[in-house]
């Protein structure tokens, strides 16, 4: 693997000519045009890197001053955040729309919702946030980068079609993301609608509807004539008050992106979900690599608001850059700290382009075990077919041991897909692959989060490569 000295000069924004008198410091005689090595360019970035350091650590600094811990006398209760997650086509747009249009447009004099990416519904005196872009993928990617804000995932099934394949990823990546489920049990008004099939094949993986014994709410709904709608809002409450979620209002504001673009008339524009605090009109931000003064914030109702408060969904303008959705918001002293950080960080992103990543790895999973770094494998498996799929989730959870235990987060039939990955990303998982392979964007998506595929057509190879890797007496690959 090798790069163009002028092409790797672009990647980490620096000159060419300094990076030619560094390489001649190091013995290596290149012209702008000929190619490196990716080590050579490696030791070349951790030069610049070296430099970084010290202001990294001053960004550190300065994100901590406002990522303090809140003490619980300054906590107040916020309103939960909802993904509606499930199969396509089992209704998850319908059900969004219905809640809207249920509960928005008629308290609204006139007030037609925009689109945000998030919207607020007022149940008496009580809100819920309803994330606008169904499904899991979009969920996990943002947990891939560090971000959570969703506080309940509702599952909905279509009662005239049952569990499908997405049904069952939404239920994995809600449980690896540690998040509640409330299951919708949607089409209810269909005359095929049957939703004790739908109860009795949600027991395989794990939610037993409550009046079966378990603790899982199935509320029957229909997204066509909204009926149950209700009795779903009223359980969101129900789950909601029994987590207890909490924040502190009074407190500069720290926040998620959840969705952002770039608009003709008033520039970039992004709507983040304030986790704590309150953002405030004039506010100095920084989210990512960008940052930017809040010159005006926008509630889903379209209308011009001075602050938002925890959980509440706003678009911001003011942002020089469009930041990334699951960036986090900090609202931090001055707009000139604001861009030095957005600046520190834009050279930190260049040169971890080079940088080695912590990703979890078979070959060195023994010494993040001895180091104590490790206590759970989580794995993610996919086979051609459901037999193996089982057959492996049970021989790999058998691997657990006193120090380490082996969790397999999500298994399915089919190819290995950049759901997986991104899932196996989140989740600092492995996947194992049975007689199927990752398909070309699962494998480059593979390589840039950096998560470990291994294939497999033997079962026991798998297992005692787990098994040697746990122990470390993996064979080196080379
Ligand atoms: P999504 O892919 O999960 O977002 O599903 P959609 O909301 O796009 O719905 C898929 C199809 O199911 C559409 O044709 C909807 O009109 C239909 N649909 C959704 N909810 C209901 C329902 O409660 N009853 C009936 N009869 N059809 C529904």
Redesign the pocket.
Known sequence: ESVRVSEFAERIKKPATEILKKLILMGVFVTINQEISFEVAEKIAEQYNILLEKEVKQEREEVLINDFEDKEEDLMPRPPVVTVM?????????????IRHSKVVETEAGGITQHIGAYTVDINDKKIVFLDT??HEAFTAMRARGAQVTDIAIL?V?ADDGVMPQTIEAINHAKAANVPIIVAI?????SSANPDRVKQELTEYGLIAEEWGGDTICVP?????KQGIDTLLEMILLVAEMQELKANPNRPAKGTIIEAKLDKGRGPVATVIVQKGTLKVGDSIIAGTTYGKVRALIDDKGRKVKSAGPSIPVEILGLAEVPNAGDILYAVSDEKTARQISEMRKEKERQQYFASSSKITLQDLFSQIQEGKVKELNIIVKADVQGSVEALKQALEKLTNDEVKVRVIHGGVGAITESDITLASASNAIIIGFNVRPNNMAMQLAEREKVEVKTYRIIYEAIDDIQAAMKGMLEPEY
């Open positions: 499930g199969h396509v086509d089992h209704g998850k747009t319908s059900l969004l729309d219905a169904p499904g909905v279509a949607n089409k209810i008004d269909k709904v229909s997204a066509k004539t």
